[in-house]
């Protein structure tokens, strides 16, 4: 974690108990994940990137490509599968596969996008940033590391550093249903510089898995096995979200479902 940013990791997780008393709903609802009561909702749709660095395409444009009715619900397995007289290649799996999404993490791209969209609403007061724990990286108990040998073996190489120090993974965690979360303390900007600084590869991103101010007029959340990310907060907070560029957002409610066998628009025949 890079602490230069400003994030400070902070032992009083009870600023978060306002979310907990407001997640009502079945697993996998937007209310389930992001809390109830807001007066509106937006779901950020995660950029469909590819390996080769080509520019980004929105699910509208994956459904044009497989036949799929692209809708606020839909699912990114159900787009994927081209219907009979979609003529796109497709990879052992069935499933259009030239491009993919983040599930967990809001591309970086996205996230600025969606900083500068909250940042007049939230002006200079502090947020909170959460971060789940159960992430690899977080204690480094989930990272293997490789080298090549001279001779092109695979050796192993000594554990990357954990992403965070023992001390912040010491403190108490914010406790929601399902989920436990170390929380940090910072400016919205500051969710830009959140991820794993110690990677073989460089700063790896990874975005909040829960984002809010210190007044909750707004809540962002990127649930780990979503490939979407849920805002609630005001009308017009969520009218500018559905508005602005760079971000592929729809409007949803507190009830819409977000699970796999959802999207009844591309349910198999």
């Not at 699912?75 to 796109?88: L, M, N, R, S, Y």
């Not at 480094?140 to 965070?164: K, L, M, T």
Request: proline fraction near 8%; glycine fraction near 10%.
């Amino acid at each position: 974690m890079n602490m230069k940013a400003g994030l400070e990791p902070i032992a009083d997780v009870s600023v978060g108990d306002w979310i907990a008393e407001r997640l009502r709903g079945p697993l996998g609802t937007v209310g389930s994940v992001v809390p109830r009561d807001f007066a509106a909702y937006a779901r950020i749709l995660h950029p469909v990137e590819f390996d080769n660095g080509r520019r980004p395409l929105t699910w509208a444009q994956v459904c044009q490509l497989t036949g799929r009715v692209p809708h606020a619900l839909m699912q990114w397995a159900a787009i994927a599968t081209p219907t009979a007289g979609a003529e796109v290649a497709t990879g052992s799996s069935g499933l259009w596969d030239d491009g993919d999404v983040q599930v967990g993490s809001l591309a970086p791209s996205a996230l600025r996008a969606l900083i500068d969209v909250l940042a007049p609403a939230t002006g200079g007061q502090d947020c909170f940033h959460a971060l789940w724990e159960g992430w690899g990286w977080v204690d480094g108990s989930g990272v293997i590391a490789f080298s090549f040998s001279d001779d092109g073996g695979i050796e192993s190489a000594p554990a990357p550093e954990p992403g965070v120090s023992a001390n912040v993974w010491a403190l108490p965690r914010l406790r929601l249903p399902h989920r436990d979360y170390l929380l940090f303390r910072g400016p919205l900007q500051a969710a830009l510089e959140m991820g794993w600084q110690g990677s073989s590869l460089g700063f790896e991103p990874q975005s909040p898995s829960l984002l809010w101010p210190a007044d909750h007029s707004w809540c962002v959340s990127t649930e780990i096995d979503f490939d979407s990310t849920l805002v609630g907060g005001s009308e017009d907070l969520i009218s500018a979200i559905l508005t602005a560029p760079g971000l592929d957002a729809w409007p949803v409610d507190s009830d819409g479902d977000l699970t796999q066998f959802a999207d009844l628009p591309n349910s198999p025949s």
